[in-house]
C-alpha cells in the first residue's frame, strides 16, 4: 500500500491515502454506472415484451439463484485463491454477458427466456465476485480507516446509483439511430454497449492494483473447510443477526423491480423517470455517506442501526401510497438515506469482526443474504405485485420491514446493544 507521505488525508479522507484504494473505488464506479444503466434497460425491456409484473420478479429471481447455488464454492475460492485475480476473471464473464445481450437485441429476439439465460450467467459471476471484492478491502487500507473505507465505498456505490439509472434511462430514449442510421443502434443497445466500456476500464484499473493478498486459506477444500464461514456466522449472533436483518427487511420492503409499473401505470411516466426513480434512493444515500465520511459516529451502533430500518419502512409505506413523482422521489431518498446507515454498520460488522483469513467465506454466506434481500426480494415483489396489485404490495412490505425490525431487536439483544465500530470490540462480541 502506498500513502501520501507529504501531508496527512483531510479529515473524513484517510481512506484515500493509498493508492489502491482509490484505483479499487475509480473501478467501482465504472462497474456500477455500467451494472446500473443495464438493468434498467433489461427492466424496461422486459416489461415491453410482456407487461407482467411477475416477468419483473423473474429478472431478479434469475440473478439471485446462483448465489444460492454457488454459495459455499464461491467463499471457498476467495480465500483459496489471490482475490484480485478472482475478480478480474468474474468480470471478464460480465463481458461475455453483456455482450450477449447486446447480439440478443440487435437480433431483435422477443422473448425473455434468452435475457433470463443470459442474467443468470450474470449472477454466477456475481456470485464469485461479491466475496472476493468484500474480503479484498481491508487489503487496501489500514485497519484503522477501515470504517471511513467502508464509509466512502458506499457513497460511491451511491453516486453510481445515482447516475447509473439516470444514464441507462437517457442513453435508452437516445435516438442515435436516427442521427447515425449506420450505427443500428437504439434503446437497449445503447446501453449494453455503454456497459461494455464501462466494464473495460473496470478490468484495466483492477488489473493495476499492487495489491497481492494471495491465499489466506491453505487447505484444500473439503465439507469442514468450506462450511467454515457459516459455521462461524451461526456461532456468531452479531453476525447472523445483522445479515438476517438485511434479508428479511429488503425482502419484504424492497420496491426496485416495481419501479416500471409505478412510473408506467400510477405515476404516469416514461424511461426517464424511471431512472429518476432508480436514482433516487441513491441520492438521498450519497448524502448520507458523505455526512458520515466527515462526521462519523463513535457509540451505539445497533441501536441506530434498528432505528434506520424502522425508518426504512415507513419511507416505503410513504412510497407505495404516494401518487405525485416528488412526494416519490422524496420517500425514496430518505429510504436511501437510512439503509446507507444500517449498510456501513453491517459492513463494519462482517468485516472486522471476522478473522482474515475467514473474510471470503464469511462474506459469501453475507452475499447470500443480500442477494436474497435484493434479487429474491424482487422476485418478491413481483409476485406480490401479481396478486394484489403494485400498490397493496408495497404498502404490505414497508408495514412487514417494520415489524421484522421490532422482532429482531428482541430476538438478537447483542446486535441492539453494539457499541463501538473496532475489531478489538467486534471480535470480543463475536467469539
Request: glycine share 12%; net charge positive.
Given at each position: 500500500?502506498?500513502?501520501?507521505?507529504?501531508?496527512?488525508?483531510?479529515?473524513?479522507?484517510?481512506?484515500?491515502?493509498?493508492?489502491?484504494?482509490?484505483?479499487?473505488?475509480?473501478?467501482?464506479?465504472?462497474?456500477?454506472?455500467?451494472?446500473?444503466?443495464?438493468?434498467?434497460?433489461?427492466?424496461?425491456?422486459?416489461?415491453?415484451?410482456?407487461?407482467?409484473?411477475?416477468?419483473?420478479?423473474?429478472?431478479?429471481?434469475?440473478?439471485?439463484?446462483?448465489?444460492?447455488?454457488?454459495?459455499?464454492?464461491?467463499?471457498?475460492?476467495?480465500?483459496?485463491?489471490?482475490?484480485?485475480?478472482?475478480?478480474?476473471?468474474?468480470?471478464?464473464?460480465?463481458?461475455?454477458?453483456?455482450?450477449?445481450?447486446?447480439?440478443?437485441?440487435?437480433?431483435?429476439?422477443?422473448?425473455?427466456?434468452?435475457?433470463?439465460?443470459?442474467?443468470?450467467?450474470?449472477?454466477?459471476?456475481?456470485?464469485?465476485?461479491?466475496?472476493?471484492?468484500?474480503?479484498?478491502?481491508?487489503?487496501?487500507?489500514?485497519?484503522?480507516?477501515?470504517?471511513?473505507?467502508?464509509?466512502?465505498?458506499?457513497?460511491?456505490?451511491?453516486?453510481?446509483?445515482?447516475?447509473?439509472?439516470?444514464?441507462?434511462g437517457l442513453l435508452f430514449t437516445l435516438p442515435l439511430?436516427r442521427l447515425v442510421p449506420d450505427t443500428r443502434l437504439?434503446?437497449?443497445?445503447?446501453?449494453?454497449?455503454?456497459?461494455?466500456?464501462?466494464?473495460?476500464?473496470?478490468?484495466?484499473?483492477?488489473?493495476?492494483?499492487?495489491?497481492?493478498?494471495?491465499?489466506?486459506?491453505?487447505?484444500?477444500?473439503?465439507?469442514?473447510?468450506?462450511?467454515?464461514?457459516?459455521?462461524?456466522?451461526?456461532?456468531s449472533p452479531l453476525l447472523l443477526g445483522a445479515s438476517?436483518?438485511?434479508?428479511?427487511?429488503?425482502?419484504?420492503?424492497?420496491?426496485?423491480?416495481?419501479?416500471?409499473?409505478?412510473?408506467?401505470?400510477?405515476?404516469?411516466?416514461?424511461?426517464?423517470?424511471?431512472?429518476?426513480?432508480?436514482?433516487?434512493?441513491?441520492?438521498?444515500?450519497?448524502?448520507?455517506?458523505?455526512?458520515?465520511?466527515?462526521?462519523?459516529?463513535?457509540?451505539?451502533?445497533?441501536?441506530?442501526?434498528?432505528?434506520?430500518?424502522?425508518?426504512?419502512?415507513?419511507?416505503?409505506?410513504?412510497?407505495?401510497?404516494?401518487?405525485?413523482?416528488?412526494?416519490?422521489?422524496?420517500?425514496?431518498?430518505?429510504?436511501?438515506?437510512?439503509?446507507?446507515?444500517?449498510?456501513?454498520?453491517?459492513?463494519?460488522?462482517?468485516?472486522?469482526?471476522?478473522?482474515?483469513?475467514?473474510?471470503?467465506?464469511?462474506?459469501?454466506?453475507?452475499?447470500?443474504?443480500?442477494?436474497?434481500?435484493?434479487?429474491?426480494?424482487?422476485?418478491?415483489?413481483?409476485?406480490?405485485?401479481?396478486?394484489?396489485?403494485?400498490?397493496?404490495?408495497?404498502?404490505?412490505?414497508?408495514?412487514?420491514?417494520?415489524?421484522?425490525?421490532?422482532?429482531?431487536?428482541?430476538?438478537?439483544?447483542?446486535?441492539?446493544?453494539?457499541?463501538?465500530?473496532?475489531?478489538?470490540?467486534?471480535?470480543?462480541?463475536?467469539?
Open positions: 500500500m502506498n500513502f501520501l507521505p507529504h501531508k496527512p488525508p483531510a479529515r473524513g479522507m484517510e481512506a484515500f491515502a493509498s493508492r489502491d484504494f482509490r484505483r479499487y473505488q475509480l473501478a467501482r464506479v465504472m462497474a456500477i454506472l455500467g451494472a446500473e444503466a443495464q438493468s434498467v434497460a433489461v427492466a424496461w425491456q422486459v416489461y415491453s415484451m410482456t407487461h407482467r409484473a411477475l416477468d419483473l420478479g423473474y429478472t431478479g429471481l434469475a440473478l439471485f439463484l446462483p448465489g444460492l447455488v454457488f454459495l459455499l464454492p464461491a467463499g471457498h475460492v476467495a480465500d483459496r485463491f489471490d482475490r484480485r485475480q478472482v475478480i478480474l476473471a468474474c468480470y471478464g464473464m460480465q463481458v461475455v454477458c453483456t455482450t450477449g445481450l447486446l447480439v440478443l437485441t440487435r437480433a431483435g429476439v422477443h422473448s425473455v427466456y434468452p435475457i433470463y439465460a443470459v442474467l443468470f450467467l450474470i449472477g454466477s459471476g456475481r456470485a464469485f465476485s461479491g466475496p472476493a471484492s468484500s474480503a479484498l478491502v481491508p487489503h487496501l487500507v489500514p485497519e484503522r480507516h477501515f470504517v471511513n473505507a467502508v464509509t466512502w465505498g458506499g457513497a460511491i456505490w451511491q453516486f453510481s446509483n445515482i447516475t447509473g439509472p439516470a444514464l441507462g439511430a437504439e434503446g437497449a443497445g445503447i446501453v449494453y454497449v455503454f456497459t461494455l466500456g464501462s466494464l473495460g476500464w473496470f478490468l484495466v484499473l483492477v488489473g493495476s492494483l499492487h495489491t497481492r493478498p494471495g491465499r489466506m486459506e491453505h487447505r484444500a477444500a473439503s465439507l469442514k473447510v468450506v462450511t467454515a464461514g457459516f459455521q462461524y456466522m451461526m456461532r438476517s436483518l438485511d434479508l428479511f427487511v429488503v425482502l419484504l420492503g424492497g420496491a426496485t423491480a416495481l419501479m416500471p409499473i409505478f412510473a408506467h401505470e400510477i405515476l404516469h411516466q416514461g424511461p426517464r423517470g424511471l431512472g429518476l426513480l432508480r436514482a433516487a434512493p441513491a441520492a438521498g444515500a450519497l448524502m448520507m455517506s458523505l455526512t458520515m465520511a466527515r462526521f462519523p459516529f463513535r457509540r451505539r451502533a445497533g441501536l441506530r442501526l434498528f432505528v434506520c430500518v424502522a425508518v426504512y419502512g415507513a419511507t416505503t409505506v410513504v412510497f407505495g401510497l404516494s401518487r405525485s413523482l416528488w412526494l416519490s422521489l422524496g420517500a425514496l431518498a430518505l429510504a436511501g438515506a437510512a439503509d446507507t446507515i444500517s449498510v456501513i454498520i453491517r459492513g463494519s460488522l462482517l468485516q472486522l469482526g471476522t478473522p482474515p483469513e475467514m473474510r471470503g467465506r464469511v462474506s459469501a454466506v453475507n452475499a447470500l443474504f443480500i442477494g436474497g434481500s435484493n434479487e429474491l426480494g424482487e422476485f418478491e415483489s413481483g409476485l406480490t405485485a401479481q396478486w394484489w396489485g403494485a400498490v397493496r404490495a408495497t404498502v404490505v412490505g414497508g408495514v412487514g420491514a417494520l415489524a421484522v425490525a421490532g422482532v429482531w431487536a428482541a430476538l438478537f439483544p447483542r446486535l441492539r446493544q453494539a457499541d463501538e465500530l473496532t475489531a478489538e470490540a467486534l471480535r470480543a462480541t463475536t467469539t
